[in-house]
Each structure stands twice: as C-alpha cells, then as structure tokens.
C-alpha cells in the first residue's frame, strides 16, 4: 500500500531563496522545544528557536514569542575554509524529513579545492525528553587526509523580526555565557517579565573504532557568543562521527520551586547541566531511539493511511506531523496559529486553536484536546480583566491570546497594499469566546470527561455566557437583543452589527451555560455552590440568560434559506471573481479598491459557512447547499483557513469536485507555500482543518445530537480506501473506508451509525456494506 512508504519530504537542491521555507517545512518542535530547520552551512537563514510560553513585550507592540539564542551553531573549516552552501561548490546536497521517526536528515558533499568533504547529519528533538535535542554528524573526507577544524557556539544575537525589519527587537539580554569544559552555555533574561532562559550544548567525537579524535580544545568568548573549537585530523575514506547534545530549560520550567531572583539563574544553570551530562551519559542513539519509539507509538494513534493519492497521503502526514510537534504537555500553553515554527501572529493563539486544531486531538489524542482547554481556563483571570476593561461582566476571551489571557491583538498592522490600518479584531471579535465553549462541549459530549466539565468546563461556560448576557444589546423598538459593532470570522467587513455567526453562538453559549448550570446541580451541587460564592452569581442570573437567549436577534428572513451574514450586508457591492492564480485561489477582481473591501459582498472566508459547519444539527441539508453555493462564489480565501471549510461543505453538498481541490490546497498550504508565508511559520489551522476534511469530509463522519458518532462517506475517484483512527469515550476504533463498505475495529463494543442507521459495533472486525 502506498501509505506505508509516503513518509518524507526532500529538498533536492539548493537554492538559498527556499531557505525561508524549507525552514518551516523542517522545523523539529516537541510542544515545548521548537528549533527552526535551518542550513547550518548557510548564513541565509532565520535562526529561529523558541520555547512555548516564554513571551516578552519590551519595545514591541505587543507580547510576542521571543525568539532564543540559536543552539545550532556549527561550523566546520577545512584548510581555514569555512564549509558554507552559499559560496562553495556542492558536488552533492539533499535534505529530508523524516515524518515516521522525527529526525531531519541531510547530506552535503563540499569540493573545497579538489578536496571532497561529505557531511551526513540527523537532527531531532526529543519527544520523550522535551528539554534535549541532538544533532550527529557523520564527516567522510572522500579523497584526501587533512585536518578539519570544528566549532561549537551558542548564538546569542538573535532577534525577533527578522521577516519585519523595522520591528527588530532583541528580547532578551545575556547574563552570561560559560565554558563548560568542555560545552558552552549561555544564560539570558527576557526584559519584562524576567523569564530566565539557559542553554548549552557539548560535542564529543570518536571515530570509526570509536576513539575520541578531539584535539586542541580552545574556548573563545567573541562578543557575548560562547564558542569552543577543537582540531580534528581525518584519514583519506575514514568517517569521523560528531555528536552535538543540547539543553534548554527556562526559569517558567521551574515555577514551582519559588526562588529568589538571583538563585534562579543559578538553578536552572544548575538543572541545565545535570541534563546535559545524563543526556551525555544516555547517550545520542539512546535517546534517538526513545524519541523514534515515542513517534511509532503516536503515529499509531494519529496517521491516517490513503490509498491511491500519493500526494495527498505525503500531505496529510505532513499536517499531522506538524500538529504534533505543536501538541503542549503544559496546561499553561497553547498552539498559536504558526505553531511554534516561526514568529507569524507574534506566536498568539486564537479561534484557530478550538475550531480547527481541536477535534484533531480530540479524537485522535485527547490528553493533548485537555490540555488545550485547560489553557484557557489557566488563562481565566487575564479574561476576567478584559472583559472588566470593555465594561463587561463575566470572562472575555482575547482575540489573540499569549501566557496570560489579556487581550494581545496589535492595534496597528498594514493593509493589502502596505499601508498602516488600525486592525480592530482585537475590539470586535467577540465569537472566540462562544467557540472555546463549542470545544469544552464538544469534548464533554466525545470523551464523557464529567469531572472535566466540574472542575473547570462549567465555570469557563457560566463565565462566557455572564459575558454574553453583559454584551447583548436590547433594542426596546424590536423587543430582542442585538450584538453591534463586531467582527464575525470574514474579517473583510468591520463594525457590523448582528453578525449571524456571532449571534447565533452567543445565544448558543447562552443555552449552554444554563444547561450546564442544572447539569452542575445535579451531578455535584456542592461544587455548584462553591461556584456561585466564587463567581458572585446567582441562580436568578443564570435562569434570566434563557429569556435572553430566546430574544438574540438571528438575522433571518422566515422561510428564506439564504442567511445573511450580518445586517445590510445584501446590499452590498457585488463583484464577481472571474481569475484564478496559479495557486487555484481567487485573484482580485478588477477595479477593485483593495481598501474599501467592507463595501463589497467579497469575504475573506467563511462566516455563514463556518456556522453551519459549527453548528450543523441546527441546519437543514438544503440551507447547506444553498448557502455554499452563494458564500463559495464571493470567498477570497485570503485565509489559510478558508479552503478546508468549504472542502467539508462541498462535501456536505455534492460539490465533490470543488471539495477535492480544497482539500488538496489545505494539505499543500505549506508544501507549496501556496498562502505565499509559510517563511513565517506552520498554518496549524489549516492543518487541522486538512484532518477534519479527511475525518468529518471525505469519512463523513459526524457527532449526532444523541452523541453517537455517524458515518456517510465519499471517496474520491482515486483512492481505494481511507483509514483513520478516532478515539471515541476512550474506545481507540478502527475506522478503513472502501468505496463499498466501512470497516470498524474496535477492543470492546460501542454503538454508532452508518449513514444514519444505528449500529452495535462489536469487539474486533465489523464490515458493514454501504
Ligand atoms: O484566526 C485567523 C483569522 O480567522 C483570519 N486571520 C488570521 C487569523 C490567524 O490564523
């Protein structure tokens, strides 16, 4: 079957104007570590490393991930040459991910003068141990005997901005660089918040019977960049094998031991070494065959096999790959919409995190689905006080979110044509907090965590609807509550009032919280009442929420299935898209003024769509299709998480051919760089929305309002047959789709549907014909 050998993406050649790229496409992250996959060879690079949740303002417009020393520094000199891919003559280069096991996998044979230099390396960083990375480089000097000199460095000049220039910043400032002995170190401190931030690294190498071939170690401080440089002699065919051993911990890392500022640096110092010796002390293939045995184990889990459609199978490994990567082990963390692959959207999380990355760990890795809920209820207090600043009551989530919960959203950004623009989604936005509700309910519905949803699910619902219910405005003429002045997910159309999408969840969230309210009552009122004392609510507040959500005003004409998306939004100017560039996305229409697009009927992605998709148990099949087809013609897809919805409605609707190529634009948006800014970072919503065109599309598979999972799947022309996994109430199933029939495995039995006919799955092997 073709899925067992699509594992990898190569780079075949090397053009350093695709550095930027391939930078993100091998980024090596860990949910804690992530290290951009830059040339080391090369000095055209964005030295890129980062760790989840280590965020710093200082002179920037708001809280970003701060970019971290650079830990990859290498360099090798042969007859005092310097071996750099930008102005030697490669005899031979090629690079690969390898997506099964984790490692990034390159070769480069260097001809310096007739000497032949090949250079074989593995990189990864470590699952199993999220503060170790490694990199072993294996050196055949091909047609000569000669020495080579080594150099080992931290480099603690990096900056955030490289892709902005006029926004350079440095973050942080070095304490101090060290001389390990052998191995460098450095410590540096993040100006405002003081996050304590240390590496080091160490090489040891042996040659091929397995002798230390080190010699004349020099330790060098060159500015505040620790440097150790040894001299290695090489014999004409003989490989000499060089193993770099990485460490990183932060002072976030060791929150809990409460230490006085001075102490702290030495502590993690301290931590940084001790792990760097038993990193040393397991050894390099030690830790490299954890960390592979780790990736089999989640690949187990997680893949998704396609059979028939090579391209597509390579592309939706890629995407869980990277999601993975993404995936924290910390409840204060989350996934910002560039993963932890480069500085796009300043490493700020949002909606994207809930309603495209979500149900992919959902049903696939749940513990992972936990811990991103928990951040936002880590993150309650910072809600709290935004929505105490708006003159709100109960918790507003930021529209874009960083360590604390306060609202980070810059003020200003440049339009379509570069011009400065005031963005006012951090103002307007209002629908993540009604989506990081759909998400707790949905994970309460899918994995039946009931002691989640008392111990923290309930009170993010009480408090997002307390925000909702202080938001709403009543209109006394009408007799209903309106939500104004918002912006709904097409971000093309600002200050609208009675967004659809906004206010159909918020009278959503509203329900929900009441629902959830008596679902408390009952199951632990005494929890129930230490929220109310905790919360300073009522039941009379809670119950008056039901009369509120039964008069949001839905913008909706009675008998009409055409929804607009917000008030006054048909009269808007209509043009239509009539050119497509060579990516397959639309092409501005001519005559066009890109900065009046709020006048226009053009969306940058869906808005009515998404909630239909949102929300589908409120929706017939024939307002599907006739919202698709009016949305899908007016939609720009100037977001990356536009194709892989109406690839799933496409889906929905009969519009198979549209759906495939949706879908193969969202597994490709970073393959081929098709948004055009994959340089910035991993499109980690769209990767979730690729599974979701897999799972919820292709599968058709959806979350009854009995909560049992139903399937009614298409396959594409070419492929034989589709197989995932879902994690189901704890029940890890089976899922192989044939164009006939569905096969599902499962260890005990669970009952679901096919094409909407209950079933009794029973433990092992069930063929049901469709
Ligand atoms: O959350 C999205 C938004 O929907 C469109 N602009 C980009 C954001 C981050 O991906």
Redesign the pocket.
């Known amino acids: 079957m073709e899925g067992e050998v699509v594992w990898v993406v190569e780079r075949k050649e090397y053009h350093p104007v695709e550095n930027l790229v391939y930078e993100t496409i091998f980024t090596l992250a860990n949910g804690y570590l992530s290290l951009r996959g830059r040339e080391e060879f090369s000095n055209l690079t964005m030295k890129g490393s980062y760790v989840a949740g280590i965020f710093d303002k200082y002179l920037a417009q708001v809280t970003e991930l701060v970019n971290l020393p650079d830990p990859l520094g290498f360099k090798i000199y042969l007859d005092n040459k310097e071996l750099n891919l930008d102005y030697l003559p490669l005899t031979k280069y090629y690079r690969y991910l390898d997506m099964k096991q984790g490692i990034l996998n390159s070769l480069y044979e260097f001809n310096v003068e007739g000497k032949i230099i090949r250079i074989e390396s593995r990189r990864f960083v470590s699952r199993p141990n999220i503060h170790r990375f490694g990199i072993q480089y294996t050196i055949t000097p091909v047609n000569f005997s000669g020495k080579i000199v080594v150099e080992n460095c931290i480099d603690t000049t990096t900056y955030n901005g490289y892709l902005d220039p006029h926004n350079k910043i440095q973050h942080y400032r070095v304490l101090r660089v060290e001389d390990l002995k052998p191995g460098v170190s450095a410590s540096v401190k993040t100006h405002d918040k003081g996050h304590i931030i240390v590496l080091a690294n160490a090489i040891l190498a042996k040659d091929h019977k397995g002798e230390n071939v080190l010699r004349y170690r020099k330790f060098r401080q060159i500015g505040d960049i620790p440097q150790e440089g040894y001299t290695i002699f090489l014999t004409e065919g003989q490989q000499v094998v060089i193993e770099k051993y990485g460490v990183v911990y932060t002072s976030r890392d060791l929150e809990s031991e409460k230490l006085k500022d001075k102490d702290v640096v030495d502590f993690v110092r301290e931590k940084v070494e001790n792990e760097l010796n038993n990193f040393i002390r397991t050894g390099f293939e030690s830790e490299l065959k954890a960390h592979t045995e780790h990736m089999e184990s989640v690949w187990k889990r997680m893949d998704i096999l396609i059979d028939g459609d090579e391209l597509a199978q390579q592309g939706i490994r890629f995407n869980l790959f990277h999601l993975y990567a993404c995936a924290p082990d910390d409840q204060r963390v989350s996934i910002g919409?560039?993963g932890l692959h480069g500085e796009g959207?300043k490493g700020h999380v949002?909606?994207?995190t809930e309603i495209f990355m979500f149900p992919f760990f959902l049903y696939t890795l749940p513990e992972y689905a936990k811990n991103l809920l928990l951040y936002r209820y880590n993150t309650l207090d910072g809600a709290r006080k935004n929505a105490q600043m708006n003159g709100y009551k109960g918790a507003q989530f930021p529209w874009e979110s960083a360590d604390d919960g306060l609202e980070v959203t810059p003020k200003w950004g440049e339009d379509y044509l570069g011009n400065p623009v005031r963005i006012w989604?951090g103002d307007e936005e209002f629908h993540i907090n009604a989506d990081i509700a759909v998400a707790l309910v949905h994970y309460h519905s899918v994995t039946g965590d009931d002691q989640f949803m008392v111990d923290y699910g309930v009170e993010v619902l009480l408090e997002t609807g307390r925000f909702w219910a202080s938001r709403l405005e009543y209109n006394e003429i009408k007799d209903r509550y309106e939500i104004r002045r918002v912006i709904g997910?097409d971000?093309f159309h600002e200050h609208v009032d009675n967004n659809v999408y906004t206010n159909y969840l918020a009278k959503w969230n509203l329900e929900k919280a009441v629902e959830y309210y008596e679902w408390l009552s009952e199951k632990d009122p005494i929890k129930l009442e230490k929220l109310k004392t905790i919360l300073g609510i009522t039941e009379k507040e809670v119950r008056s929420w039901k009369t509120l959500a039964e008069k949001v005003y839905i913008p909706r004409k009675e008998g009409e299935k055409l929804i607009e998306q917000f008030e006054g939004y048909f009269g808007l100017k209509e043009y239509e898209i009539t050119e497509w560039d060579e990516n397959g996305l639309p092409k501005w229409p001519k005559g066009l003024d890109l900065t009046k697009l709020g006048e226009t009927k053009l969306i940058?992605?869906p808005d009515v769509v998404m909630l239909l998709l949102v929300l589908p148990e409120e929706f017939t099949e024939e307002e599907m299709k006739v919202n698709y087809e009016y949305y899908e013609k007016r939609t720009m897809h100037k977001?990356?998480?536009s194709p892989s919805m109406y690839s799933i409605m496409g889906l929905k609707v009969g519009d198979t051919h549209n759906a495939y190529k949706y879908f193969m634009k969202t597994l490709l948006v970073d393959l081929e760089d098709n948004q055009g800014n994959t340089n910035n970072g991993f499109?980690a919503?769209s990767a979730g929305g690729a599974w979701q065109c897999v799972v919820y599309g292709f599968g058709g598979m959806t979350l009854e309002s009995d909560k049992l999972l139903n399937f009614s799947p298409w396959l594409p022309e070419k492929w034989q047959s589709v197989n995932f996994k879902i994690n189901y109430r704890g029940i890890p199933l089976d899922v192989l789709i044939k164009k006939d029939s569905i096969q599902i495995t499962s260890p005990s039995e669970v009952e679901l549907k096919i094409k909407g006919e209950r079933k009794i799955v029973k433990p092992g092997e069930n063929i049901f014909r469709l």
């Open positions: 919409a560039r959207y949002f909606w994207d989604t997910p971000e940058k992605q977001s990356s998480l499109h919503a």
